[in-house]
């Protein structure tokens, strides 16, 4: 009868070989009297259900960490700055640009998603016969609940009636209708920018725009609670202000209109100071027709240029014209404004641009008096366009950085024992039953060491990927992503330090002990940390990052999940043998020193010492918690943030969308994981030529 080893009734030769263990070899050489003894089949039982128990708690924490993190997934924000968005205050979701922002405006039946300009420059009063939303796209007229009177027109909408972190609700609202052709002949800006509306501020209202919503809300403010920020002017329509409030402010008094008050450039001017300033121009948000530039290679080839002329408009033409310091720039702009549709004169103003890096308050009475608060959030620092060129080539340079890592111990490790899950299982069951897997040449120092440098460098850029994200990510509410994956990238390092400092490596390579190297599991999430860009509540970006998050997801789910689950029931099945190693029989020899081969005082030679049975534990748990930090990172940077994009035009709750993008690309890694069972399930314990070849 073929003897079968007490591990998931696994044979010592696989049935596709045909051929049987002879008949009078015990694999373990135990006598009879002692297999049969009920404390011996109680030991069995406990190696045969140890791996398992760990392989399902690996994949146990997974599940449960990432569903409790869809569950109870990172909000948008409310405050900033001393600044709460009022409960009752309606919201909508936005684009931040570094020249403008955009609204997501969900309106009709069936729903479609209309982006519109928000005008941060003027205010009109809504009544029956205007609105502050201006929409000219034609898919206005596909809706089946539009109604107009003139171009007045009401249809539903998908507001968030409750602050940002409430859920969208069907509401009716009004707006203006033009059509699509009309702005197209008048060219308005925010067809110019490929937008189709435009979203105004509101006498008697206050207006937030946080990185991801624009929010308004009747203003409930008594004159004591306007303190600080910068006072403004809204009387006539348009939001102004004096250029002496502007020091109120550090990042107005910082703009080119801010500072030119401050040193006095405008004295020799004909108003003899920079007078009054127009915050935040709607035509600057096509900043390149604004600026009278004749194409954006100015933008490649004349950063300093480009500035100069920023300054030059910014300032006005009254105040350019009377100061050396603006001669060359402003000369050539005179040569550029030729063009018609680049005015010569120029008021001095804030673009947008100045605070895009910021959330707003704008506060706007009914009277017209206003006050401005701006707050400055690093998670708006690297906007396209806004971000200094060098920040972003070497932003650049540590996302390819991490790419390359990743695919770099996917191609190393590829020809290595622990390349597949059931080849790295099967080596640990060979190294916990057969006597003669150790039985090999000496493993080479410069093979040792190499793996040991890539392991590092792997654990390296995790922990300092989630470091560099960990502020950022904090002000998107996303911290609880960069926090777990620190905690594992410690237990990696302190499993590295272990297999190659503490364990000795005379007839084992590192590489294959205590699980393997976790250096996939270390280069995936700093991938998936490194294109975690905030703010991840957005609805669109237009940019390769949530791609990358999506191909990054399922590597981890096909790969990572899978490695931690087999490695640690890899660890377990190591440690179920270690901890009974009592029971091996005096005939098994072992060249193993240090903490292998340690003689118990009964004559007995274990195989594994009494030091290494806390350290398999050990391991097998940092296994299991690897496991359960991928399932937050999954959730949080993923299922959470594709969620909210993917919800724009539903109307309710939106965290079972997550829990279901999270599962979905979690069954996308079952496949994979049933046929490594299977080729466990067939493989021999006890290599022989042909397996082996």
Known sequence: MVNEIPLIALRPVAPSLRRRAPGDRSLYAAPTDH???????????????????????????FLCFGIASTLVPPEAGIGFGGHTIPPGAECVRVTRHADYASAEIAIGSPVAIISVLLRMD?????????????VFSSRVAESDTVACDGSICEDVMLLQVDGPRSEQRRAVASFVYSALFNEEYVGAVA???????????????????????FCWAPSALSDGDLTGGVSADAASGVLMTNASDMSESRLFARSPAGKAQAAGKCSNSSLGWLGEVHLFPGAAADESTWLGLGSDRAYETSPSGLDDRREVVEVGTNCASSDAEYARAYSLYRVDCLSWETPCETTPSV??????????????????????????????????????????????????????LAAAVVWIRAAKSTASH????????????CDDIRDSET???????????????????????????????????????????????????????????VLQRQCESPLTKLGGSTAIVDASTAVMLAFSEPPLLVSSLGRFDPTARLLTALLLTIVVVQRCAFAAACCGLLWAVAIHDGYKPSNVRWRVK????????????????????????????????????????LADVFATPLAFSASREIAGEWTSLSLAFFLAVTAAACPQMMRSARKIAEASVKETKESKT
């Open 122 to 134: 003027t205010v009109v009063e809504p009544n029956a016969n205007t609105s502050n939303l201006h």
């Open 422 to 433: 059931d080849r790295l299982f099967m080596h640990c069951a060979r190294l916990a039953h």
């Open 35 to 61: 297999v049969l003894t009920p404390e011996i089949s109680q030991i069995f039982a406990f190696r045969q259900l140890t791996p398992g128990l760990l392989f399902f708690s690996s994949v146990l924490a």
């Open 594 to 633: 240090g903490l292998f081969g340690v003689p118990p005082p009964d004559g007995r030679e274990p195989r594994f010492g009494a030091a290494f049975v806390p350290i398999l534990l050990a391991a097998a748990i940092c296994w299991v918690a690897q496991a359960g930090a991928v399932g937050v990172l």
């Open 443 to 501: 493993v080479s120092e410069a093979a040792v060491w190499e793996d040991a440098l890539i392991g590092l460098v792997a654990i390296a850029a995790r922990v300092a990927v989630a470091v560099w994200r960990v502020d950022t990510l904090q002000h998107d509410g996303q911290a609880r992503a960069a926090i777990f994956q620190l905690v594992a990238g410690g237990m990696s390092l302190l499993q590295w330090f272990v297999r190659y400092f």
């Open 191 to 213: 067809y110019e920018v490929g937008l189709r509306g435009e979203l105004r501020l509101a006498y008697g209202h206050d207006h937030y725009l946080t990185a991801t919503h």
């Open 351 to 404: 673009p947008f641009r100045r605070v895009a890096d910021a959330q707003l308050r704008i506060h706007v009475a009914s009277n017209g008096d206003a006050r401005v608060w701006a707050t400055s959030d690093p998670r708006l620092r690297t906007l396209p366009k806004l971000e200094d060129a060098t920040e972003a080539f070497w932003l650049s340079v540590v996302k390819l950085f991490a790419m390359t």
